[in-house]
């Protein structure tokens, strides 16, 4: 089974940015053959979706706290998934989570958290002045 790292996480101060990447080990192939997510999580409330890729390399992003300021992106030479988060707001504390469907079904849902079948540890990011 995959094993997922997520890193980059930190405290970030309102407006600033951080860059998460996921990184996979323990599979003879990569991030680079996996629908990929990035959830997030904060006390008391649900794992809620951030955005995701698919295998084929199309995006998908939740439209109602991210609105344009994230950006998922894959490094096939380095095998990483990146999330790129712009313009951060308080309310973008938490922990976030990498997760991969490593069966490219043509039924993966990407908001579903059902749809992945592997996922990291998390990091957690504090935006903060």
């Known amino acids: 089974q995959v094993r997922l790292t997520e890193s980059g996480g930190g405290v970030v101060q309102p407006g600033g940015s951080l860059r998460l990447t996921c990184a996979a080990s323990g599979s003879s192939l990569g991030l680079r053959d996996y629908n990929v997510g990035w959830f997030r999580q904060t006390p008391g409330k649900q794992r809620e979706f951030v955005a995701a890729?698919?295998?084929?390399?199309?995006?998908?992003y939740d439209v109602v706290f991210v609105k344009g300021r994230f950006t998922i992106s894959r490094d096939k030479a380095r095998n990483t998934v990146s999330l790129q988060m712009d313009s951060l707001k308080s309310e973008d504390t938490g922990v976030y989570y990498c997760?991969?469907?490593?069966?490219?079904?043509?039924?993966?849902?990407?908001?579903?958290?059902?749809?992945?079948?592997?996922w990291g540890q998390g990091t957690q990011v504090t935006v903060s002045s």
């Open positions: 997760a991969t469907d490593s069966t490219r079904s043509s039924s993966w849902v990407p908001d579903r958290l059902r749809s992945y079948d592997s």
């Open positions: 890729i698919s295998w084929t390399g199309s995006s998908y």
